[in-house]
């Protein structure tokens, strides 16, 4: 075999595999539901790789960003946060892409490659409310932390 063969073969392999295997992008919004003026949502995120700083968000307010998944079979990104608002905080885990996905308001486990790769986290004064979907409509919102006193 030539080595032009060989080396259509290798750039072949990896092509194909680039096109199965690219990591999928996900994407993570935050909306302060914290309806009355004045009522500030400081937010600060971070993973093992990206420090994405602090964002005061007022009411209605929205913080997004998207990412590509780490490439390694078996590794995944996660991303936490840190929610402050007035004598309240929590800090989770707000993706893990190791997570199963869950679509929209039926809640049925699908593989990401549906689709399921936007997570939009709502916050309110009850606590932090999350849908896995593009365009979530209130009954997706499912409840998922409260707020904790610190």
């Known amino acids: 075999m030539g080595s032009c063969t060989s ?11 680039e096109i199965t295997s690219v990591p999928h992008v996900f994407e993570v919004h935050i909306r302060s539901g914290l309806d009355l003026p ?6 600060g995120c971070w993973s093992g790789n990206d420090d994405l700083g602090i964002h005061v968000l007022l009411p209605n307010q929205e ?14 990104s996660v991303f936490w946060c840190k929610f ?7 800090k989770f885990q707000v993706i ?28 309110r004064p009850k ?7 593009d365009k979530p409509i209130p009954s997706d919102y499912e409840y998922k932390a409260p707020w904790q006193k610190y």
């Open 38 to 43: 004045g009522n500030n949502l400081i937010v």
């Open 127 to 133: 606590g932090f409310f999350l849908a896995v979907t």
């Open 96 to 123: 893990n892409t190791g997570w199963p996905s869950h679509c929209g308001s039926s809640n049925v486990i699908l593989p990401k490659a549906a689709g399921c790769r936007t997570y939009r986290w709502l916050v």
């Open 63 to 76: 913080y997004s960003w998207r990412f590509r998944d780490l490439f390694w079979p078996g590794k995944h």
């Open 7 to 17: 080396f259509f073969l290798v750039f072949l392999v990896f092509y194909v595999g």
């Open 84 to 90: 402050q608002w007035n004598d309240l905080s929590n």
